[in-house]
């Protein structure tokens, strides 16, 4: 199946400051991109969606200015966390679709621990 | 609006013994629905997809699970549990057809005891 690699697995950063995650797509194009977050015994929520060359659609409640998306390229979305507070801590995931086998295929990363202390 | 329902936040089994994991799903429009594990720390694999063909759908590790549009339902079993298929099991739903977003239940955590 197709692979998305998200870097770092996991981060630990003091309140403050910034923190970037990558979400790859290995062997595929990826036009679209979705950001997870998920917290601690809980399901995962929809962040924001990401679309190759165009700025992201996120959902009522998430800051926009807090969660920078950017996806320049068709295998790369980055997530930016800035400022980021000890309630910023939580776990991100990634996902992506294959646009070559049309909307039912969406595939994750492995997730990225963010511990902001 | 789709909307995903698991009861059960937690299943706990026997080794060998038959494993149950129930959604319920609500859908303005014809859904695709999937069941997706997760490792601690870890993302999440699919384990199989419904998308409107055959109702009983046969994934990955001796899963299957069975669409019931009548309930409104995609349960998720498997004839006998591994150890190693302790983990979390999400199931999600998204409009059938669309490039949607998945929208997930709250997942249920399964225990194997040996």
């Known amino acids: 199946g197709a692979v998305v690699s998200q870097h770092p697995s996991w981060v630990i950063c003091k309140s403050g400051t910034s923190v970037k995650i990558e979400c790859r797509s290995l062997?595929?194009?990826?036009?679209?991109m979705f950001w997870y977050r998920q917290f601690p015994k809980q399901s995962l929520m929809l962040m924001a969606t990401?679309?190759?060359?165009?700025?992201?659609?996120?959902e009522q409640g998430v800051e926009k200015d807090k969660f920078l998306i950017n996806h320049a390229s068709l295998t790369l979305s980055t997530l930016t966390v800035t400022s980021a507070h000890p309630e910023d801590s939580s776990f991100y995931i990634c996902?992506?679709?294959?646009?070559?086998?049309?909307?039912?295929?969406?595939?994750f990363g492995q997730g990225t621990r963010l511990t902001v202390v | 609006a789709q909307s995903v329902t698991q009861l059960g936040s937690h299943v706990s089994v026997s080794e060998g013994a038959l494993v149950l994991l129930r959604c319920n799903y609500s859908?303005?429009?014809?859904?695709?629905l999937f069941w997706y594990v997760q490792y601690p720390n870890q993302g999440l694999q699919l384990l199989l997809k419904?998308?409107?063909?055959?109702?009983l759908v046969k994934g990955i590790n001796g899963f299957e699970a069975e669409f019931k549009k009548s309930e409104t339902s995609f349960h998720l079993t498997k004839p006998s549990a591994h150890m190693s298929d302790a983990a979390e099991y999400f199931c999600a739903v998204t409009p059938g057809g669309s490039q949607g977003n998945l929208i997930f239940g709250k997942g249920t955590k399964l225990s194997v005891k040996p």
């Open positions: 062997d595929f194009q990826a036009t679209t």
């Open positions: 996902s992506a679709r294959d646009r070559s086998r049309g909307s039912t295929e969406a595939f």
């Open positions: 419904y998308t409107s063909a055959a109702t």
């Open positions: 990401s679309n190759e060359g165009s700025k992201a659609t996120y």
């Open positions: 859908s303005s429009v014809p859904p695709y």
